[in-house]
Nanobody, 120 residues
Framework: QERLVESGGGLVQAGASLRLSCEAS????????MAWFRQADGKEREFVAA????????DYADSVKGRFTISRDNAKSTLYLQMNSLTPEDTAVYYC?????????????WGTGTRVTVSS
């Protein structure tokens, strides 16, 4: 069982930047496809960004393209999400997720989330 712990959330003003981190406890992080999702209050969870196990393949939701960057450091078993030009619409709880099969798309492991609040 993999344990994922997010950090880096907080309250910021519109236009600011934040970097989220997700640290994995297991030894097989480097083989996992990873992703970030978010869920705003009263809304369904939505995909934000994904990264392959190697870090070479990236995917983003249209709403964050050009503003958010997903990356990973396999040596540190850590996933990142750099968020720039934040808007109030980015306010949500952000979750990291891992796919142990490495293909992405079906995520078995989930963190407990970190809240991001963007004020206008």
């Amino acid at each position: 069982q993999e344990r994922l712990v997010e950090s880096g959330g907080g309250l910021v003003q519109a236009g600011a930047s934040l970097r989220l981190s997700c640290e994995a406890s297991g030894r097989r992080f480097s083989s996992y496809a990873m992703a970030w999702f978010r869920q705003a209050d009263g809304k369904e969870r939505e995909f934000v960004a994904a990264i392959s196990w190697s870090g070479k393949n990236l995917d983003y939701a249209d709403s964050v393209k050009g503003r958010f960057t997903i990356s990973r450091d396999n040596a540190k078993s850590t996933l990142y999400l750099q968020m720039n030009s934040l808007t109030p619409e980015d306010t949500a709880v952000y979750y990291c997720a891992g796919d142990p099969r490495g293909a992405g798309g079906v995520y078995d492991y989930w963190g407990t989330g970190t809240r991001v609040t963007v004020s206008s």
